[in-house]
């Protein structure tokens, strides 16, 4: 499967913002978007090339392009560089895959479909928009790298799992979901989290208003071991007891942070 195939024409000299391009749309060439303070067909900017198959690849990417698969429900996305503010934006289905770094707000208000992010990703991965009081609610975000503040802010549901360090107020008000960290936490993870479940490596970095409940032997590790690749990778096969920490309780919270050693 090869689909269509999006090449810069150029350097790009304002921000472009990619929202409709996405696979399927035979004229998308003839798509406007944004170009800085103007609109611009799409095909002005990208030499637009394959056939439609449900794959959208684009060749060379760059911290200017902006809400890349903003919106996607089917189909794959594959950016083989990085990408600018909104990956993924209010995504429902499909597969984005991003072989560099992301700028923020990647993955927000996801409802479902899966972002891959080999590097870095900004702050608010997974998060509320501005305006918006729901984060991520479904779907699956995997991020290689670090992630900046507030990963997991507000959010309703679905996986996000960061294999390097999480910034300050990861999981802030957070609903429901699972976050998985398996670097290190900055300061005030968990504050003001309801419900929901942290995954990490050590408690440092945790809200003042998380209490040690003690060690655990709980069969839901072994269960999501067999229910999801991405968190088997993070448990490890043989996942069955973690110390488990209970909060926010400073706001009544009834979520917990699993500390698993493997």
């Known amino acids: 499967m090869t689909g269509l195939v999006l090449a810069p024409r150029g350097t790009f000299e304002a921000r472009v913002d990619l929202t409709g391009a996405l696979p399927g749309d035979e004229g998308l060439a003839k798509l406007k978007i944004g170009y800085g ?4 067909e799409l095909g002005e900017l990208f030499e637009v090339s394959g056939t439609v198959d449900g794959r959208l690849t684009i060749e060379g990417g760059g911290a200017e392009l902006d809400r890349v698969g903003a919106g996607l429900s089917a ?3 594959v ?3 990085d990408v600018g503010v ?3 934006l209010r995504a ?3 597969t984005i895959v991003v072989k560099g770094s992301a700028g923020d707000f990647a993955a ?3 409802s479902g479909g899966k972002v891959a992010i080999a590097g870095d990703v900004g702050a608010r991965l997974g998060a509320a928009g501005d305006g918006s009081k729901r984060g991520m609610s479904g779907g699956v975000v995997v991020v290689g790298g670090s992630a900046g503040a507030r990963a ?3 959010m309703r549901g679905g996986v996000i799992l960061i294999d390097g360090d999480a910034a300050e107020n990861a999981a802030s008000d957070l609903i429901a979901g699972t976050l998985a960290i398996a670097g290190k936490l900055g300061r005030n993870a968990g504050r003001g989290m309801k419900r929901g479940t942290l995954f990490l490596r050590s408690a440092e970095g945790l809200a003042s208003g998380f209490r040690d409940a003690g060690e655990h032997d709980l069969i839901m590790l072994r269960v999501l071991v067999r229910r999801s690749q991405e968190l088997a990778a993070f448990l490890g096969e043989d996942a069955g ?3 488990r920490y209970a909060g926010d309780l400073n706001i009544g919270g009834k979520g917990e942070a699993l500390i698993v050693i493997r």
């Open 108 to 110: 927000s208000e996801l």
């Open 79 to 81: 950016v083989k560089g």
């Open 75 to 77: 189909g794959e996305i």
């Open 37 to 40: 303070g103007r609109r611009a």
């Open 152 to 154: 997991g802010e507000r």
């Open 241 to 243: 007891k973690a110390r």
């Open 86 to 88: 909104g990956v993924g």
């Open 92 to 94: 429902s289905g499909g």
